[in-house]
């Protein structure tokens, strides 16, 4: 395959200013890493935070995460997909968010690759030296050695796939961490891409009752094609009606488990309240620094409440992300989650277009 000698990128620069498109040259391929060009990569709600200001961020920095696209070129030592697979040129492939060492007590001993003292995280670090392509708004990217590859079934389109990396694998993680059994009644406090994809997830393990709240009406409508059974508009009820409508529609009894995807914190209280004695709660969206709740920690104790927060995800999560869509997208309108679709140089309105609310997900296809 030919291979040029430089591609371009949207930076961010600062907070809020309009991105820079950038040529940088396309780097040496260390052992172990992959040259991707990018076909796909969709705006994720952190990159909207990201480059809002509301966290940190090391400019110049390209931001997107949850790309998808074809190798170009292999480093040297042969890299392996997750099924311990060769991967060749021309490969289609998605890949977890973060590098791992596998070397670190994280990696190795205590199961949690995707909190490694050496992280490296895609869309999240600056650009400026080699080798550059290390974010998916952008013409290439280059993936670290320890970076979980996944190949992407040929019948999956591009926009279905890339919010799996991500969004959906996200709230595989954050189901598993709960243990979501079959039969058991699950709310979802936020109906955005992770809710709708944690909704169809639930009702693809056999959940009985699957409650989701938001304030966004045409997003409660849109669940119910996820696999909702009830929804609530959370902006017209008080916390104790939202707990009210939980009891009515679980035996007087509450959730088994209750997932939180809003990023807002004045819902973990409400949350915590609709689950069962022995309820368990995954914490997703606050990301934010600074998210505070305040809570009656004898309900805690006495009610035997498990609390759980995910970040990041595994190989593991992705790879059950993309099976997860390859066996029901027929059973879900996965294709409606990309509403808009922009190249790199009108980028700028891709993001007020996400963060408007209108679409679940914007596509940039550069
Ligand atoms: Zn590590
Ligand atoms: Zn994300």
Redo the contacts with the bound molecule.
């Keep these: 395959m030919h291979v040029p000698d430089d591609g371009r990128a949207a930076v961010m620069t600062q907070a809020k200013a309009p991105l820079r498109l950038i040529r940088y040259p396309l780097p040496e391929l260390e052992p172990g890493a992959v040259l991707v060009k990018v076909t796909c990569c969709t705006v ?1 709600g ?1 990159d909207l935070h990201t480059w809002l200001g509301r966290r940190p961020a090391q400019t110049p920095m390209i931001l997107g ?2 790309i998808v696209g074809r190798i170009v070129a292999l480093g040297k030592a042969g890299t392996l997909d997750s099924d311990n697979q060769p991967l060749r040129e021309g490969d289609r492939i998605t890949w977890t968010l973060c590098a791992s060492c596998g070397r670190c007590s994280f990696c190795r001993e205590r199961g949690l690759p995707m909190k490694c003292l050496q992280l490296r995280k895609y869309g999240h670090e600056r650009c400026d030296a080699p080798p550059h392509f290390v974010g998916g708004f952008a013409e290439y990217c280059y993936l670290f050695p320890g970076t979980g590859i996944v190949k992407i079934p040929e019948e999956l389109p591009d926009e279905v796939v890339a919010p799996a990396n ?2 959906l694998a996200t709230v595989v993680a954050g189901w598993e961490a709960v243990g979501l059994q079959t039969q058991e009644s699950v709310l979802i406090q936020g109906a955005g891409a992770l809710g709708v994809y944690a909704a169809a997830l639930a009702r693809h393990y056999g959940c009985r009752r699957i409650l989701v709240t938001d304030v966004l009406e045409h997003r409660l409508v849109q669940v119910r094609e996820f696999g909702a059974t009830d929804t609530f508009n959370s902006a017209d009820g008080t916390e104790a009606e939202i707990v009210q409508w939980v009891l009515e529609r679980t035996d007087g009894c509450g959730v088994d488990a209750a997932m939180e995807v809003t990023g807002i914190p004045a819902v973990i209280p409400v949350g915590l309240k609709c689950l069962r004695i022995g309820g368990r709660y995954v914490l997703h969206g606050n990301v934010v620094p600074g998210a505070e709740f305040s809570y009656d920690a004898s309900d805690i104790v006495f009610r035997w409440l498990t609390i759980r927060g995910v970040h990041n995800y595994d190989t593991r999560h992705l790879r059950k992300a993309v099976q997860f869509l390859q066996s029901t997208q027929d059973a879900f309108p996965f294709g409606k989650i990309v509403a808009h679709r922009v190249g790199l140089e009108e980028l700028g309105e891709g993001l007020h277009i996400a963060q408007s609310g209108q679409a679940l997900r914007v596509a940039v296809v550069p």
Excluded: G, L, V, Y
Aim: proline share 0%; net charge negative; charged share 15%.
């Design positions: 994720c952190s995460h949850e991500c969004a």
